[in-house]
């Protein structure tokens, strides 16, 4: 008989260790793969009134972001989306000081934007470390492996030594694909390296569109372009 109870016991300890490891692992999992749609305590897809100080009633009134450089091919930047500047966020983050919105005709907020203000010297240096800790920052809160953020390398169209290198992770909400990315913008002025620091997170059809604006992806690493003061954030990027 006690060795009955006995048996039972353990089984039951067994039951329960897997149970609550297979509870620990959909976790993660769901973790991994549905980061928050939300930045600054802004949601995705919603309306752009529940922020905005003033009431907006159209599309029309909002401005078109990148105007200067928008053509007739840019179909979703030019007609489909505006911008709105936001300084009124829920969370201020000492990372970023500018704050900004893309929103369809809907007035549904379908992308998110914090901008760096950097100071210092050596601002390329600057914006790297601050990327850095960022994304470790971010794959800590959501559950993430860095790893699965892929590096993205981009010079500039302007033939000039600017570029960017972007962290991105890709992931699905409802059918509608994704971006969550940190960046470092750079560009060379007065022979000197300037840089910014971004947050996004947007559809990626958006996101795509802003960076062929002013870049060109490329092949080749941060270190055959020439960019020095830049490196991988993560083994395998």
């Not at 620990?24 to 995705?44: A, C, Q, R, T, Y």
Request: negative net charge; contains cysteine; hydrophobic residues 35%.
């Amino acid at each position: 008989m006690k060795r009955l109870f006995l048996s039972i016991f353990l089984i039951l300890i067994f039951y329960n260790v897997s149970y609550a490891s297979s509870l620990s692992d959909i976790k993660n999992l769901f973790n991994k793969n549905k980061p928050p749609v939300e930045l600054f305590g802004i949601k995705l897809f919603e309306d752009i009134n529940k922020y905005s100080k003033d009431e907006i009633k159209e599309f029309r009134s909002l401005e078109r972001p990148y105007k200067d450089r928008i053509n007739d091919t840019t179909e979703l930047l030019g007609r489909e989306v505006r911008w709105l500047f936001l300084d009124n966020v829920e969370i201020k983050n000492p990372n970023f000081k500018y704050y900004t919105v893309y929103v369809n005709k809907k007035l549904e907020i379908v992308g998110i934007e914090g901008d760096s203000d950097i100071q210092g010297i050596d601002q390329p240096q600057i914006c790297f470390d601050k990327k850095t800790k960022l994304l470790e920052l971010i794959a800590e809160k959501h559950v993430l492996n860095i790893e699965n953020f892929k590096e993205e390398i981009y010079v500039s169209k302007d033939g000039d030594k600017g570029g960017a290198i972007r962290s991105v992770f890709e992931f699905n909400h409802d059918g509608i694909d994704l971006n969550y990315s940190v960046s470092c913008t750079f560009y060379e002025e007065d022979k000197k390296m300037w840089a910014d620091l971004f947050i996004e997170l947007s559809i990626e059809e958006l996101s795509n569109d802003i960076y062929k604006l002013f870049y060109k992806k490329s092949e080749k690493s941060a270190e055959q372009l020439g960019f020095p003061y830049f490196k991988s954030d993560a083994k395998g990027l």
